[in-house]
């Protein structure tokens, strides 16, 4: 069965980091794009950042600050997050896409196969 679980979320004070994981069971990600999505209390699910063959991609309002990355032989994708602000306070989820290639817009419709989230709170 294909899952992916979130960890490494929490409370930061703004200026921090912290690095989220997305560990795949069932699958290995050789053929699957990872995304990373948010959603804050009252407000759309957003796309934040995506790995696939075809490269990375990530949110205009993350450029330069989030980084992804994954490890093949642990089947986990990381979301690095440097320099946090407020407004990235949001529940962090990923979702998996077979034969998916990432482009600038990160649309949730385009995956499946999600996870129960993990909360990050930046605040001082």
């Known amino acids: 069965q294909l899952q992916v679980a979130e960890s490494g979320g929490g409370l930061v004070q703004p200026g921090g980091s912290l690095k989220l994981a997305c560990a795949a069971a069932g699958f290995t990600l050789d053929f699957y794009a990872i995304a990373w999505f948010r959603q804050a209390p009252g407000k759309e699910r957003e796309g934040v950042s995506c790995?696939?063959?075809?490269?990375?991609s990530y949110a205009d309002s993350v450029k330069g600050r989030f980084a992804i990355s994954k490890d093949n032989a642990k089947k986990t994708v990381y979301l690095q997050m440097n320099s946090l602000k407020p407004e990235d306070t949001a529940v962090y989820f990923c979702a998996a896409a077979l034969d998916y290639y990432c482009s600038a817009n990160i649309d949730p419709r385009n995956f499946g196969n999600w996870g129960r989230g993990t909360q990050v709170t930046v605040s001082s």
């Open positions: 790995l696939s063959s075809s490269g990375t």
